[in-house]
C-alpha cells in the first residue's frame, strides 16, 4: 500500500465522520454551544474544511473552494473570504451559523473531493516536498498531511462530542 492509499483512507474518514455528525441536526442543535466560549457544531466543521481547503489549497498550488465555488457568498458569514477560524474569539465563533447540515456537507464535500484528486496524482517523492520555510525544521508535503488530517480528525470528534452533549439533554 502506497502512503498516498494511508492518507486518502484517512481523508474518507473525515468525510464519514463529518456525514454522521451533522446528520439529523436542525439549526438550533448545529449552532448551540454548550458553553459562552465553546465552540458550535456548525463552527467545528466549518473550520475544519476552511482549514482543509486552505492548506490543501497552498501545498498544491490550487484555488481555495470556499472562494472559487464562492461557499464564502453561500454560507455569508461576517468575516473576511480567506478566515478559517484559527484564534477566533467566542465573538467570531458565533458568527459562523449554519442554517442547514447539507450547507456544511456540501462545502465539506467539494473540499474532500478537490483534497481526493490532488492525493491521487502524488508520488512518494512528492510527501518530500517543503511546503513551509517559515517552521525549523521546514514542513514537507508529508508532514502537511498529516497535519491537517490530525486536525480535522480532532475537530470532528468534539464536534461528536457536542453532537452527544446535546442529545443527553
Partial sequence: MH????LIDGYGRIQ???HAT?????????NARPGPAANSISWLVWHLT???????????GLEQVWLAQDFH????????PHDTGYGHSPAKVAKVR????????GYYDAVHARTLGALRELAAKDLERVVDER??????LGVRLVSVLSDDLQHIGQAAYVRGLLQAE
Fill in 16 to 18: 464519514e465522520e463529518v
Fill in 73 to 80: 457568498k453561500t454560507f455569508g458569514l461576517d468575516l473576511p
Fill in 22 to 30: 451533522v446528520e439529523g441536526l436542525d439549526p438550533d442543535d448545529l
Fill in 3 to 6: 502512503a498516498k492509499d494511508i
Fill in 50 to 60: 476552511r482549514v482543509q481547503d486552505d492548506h490543501i489549497a497552498d501545498a498544491f
Fill in 135 to 140: 517552521w525549523d525544521p521546514p514542513v514537507t
Fill in 98 to 105: 449554519a442554517d442547514s447540515g447539507d450547507l456544511l456537507t
